[in-house]
């Protein structure tokens, strides 16, 4: 595995935001994620009238990663802001946390915009800890 740029990805994640859909809640999420040969594959949220079939940044990055053969992943920046304006930080929501347990170590980094130029450096244990995986099925 290849030593990731987090600053590159999570630039990444920001300009993956500007294509959110977002006519509800006007929060623009992006992500980017990096597989475990270093492809790197970028997602926005895509809001749904109905709210439940809303897709977040995190999963569409996951959706396009999955279906070009990629299992394995080594990082994932994620950026959001209100009106696409980047301030607090935008962590992943619970579904994109089990996504990530599914796919990801629980040692892998997780990097989350702070503001313009902050960068919060989590792993995915720290997001999910006490998590459900496969191993208790």
């Given at each position: 595995m290849s030593k990731?740029?987090?600053?590159?990805?999570?630039?990444?994640?920001?300009?993956?935001?500007?294509?959110?859909?977002?006519?509800y809640s006007h929060c623009l999420v992006g992500a980017a994620?990096?597989?475990?040969?270093?492809?790197?594959?970028?997602?926005?949220?895509?809001?749904?009238?109905?709210?439940?079939?809303?897709?977040c940044a995190e999963r569409a990055a996951f959706g396009t990663a999955v279906s070009a053969g990629h299992r394995k992943f080594s990082a994932i920046a994620v950026a959001g802001g209100k009106d696409g304006v980047l301030g607090e930080p935008f962590y992943p929501c619970g579904v994109c946390r089990q996504v990530?347990?599914?796919?990801?170590?629980?040692?892998?980094?997780?990097?989350?915009?702070?503001?313009?130029?902050?960068?919060?450096?989590?792993?995915?244990?720290?997001?999910?800890?006490?998590?459900?995986g496969k191993e208790y099925l």
């Open positions: 990731v740029d987090k600053k590159a990805l999570v630039r990444l994640a920001i300009e993956a935001m500007k294509n959110a859909y977002a006519p994620l990096v597989a475990e040969d270093g492809s790197t594959f970028t997602g926005c949220n895509i809001e749904n009238a109905a709210f439940t079939p809303t897709i990530l347990r599914e796919f990801c170590a629980d040692d892998m980094p997780v990097y989350i915009a702070d503001g313009e130029d902050g960068i919060l450096e989590l792993t995915l244990a720290d997001l999910l800890p006490y998590s459900f």
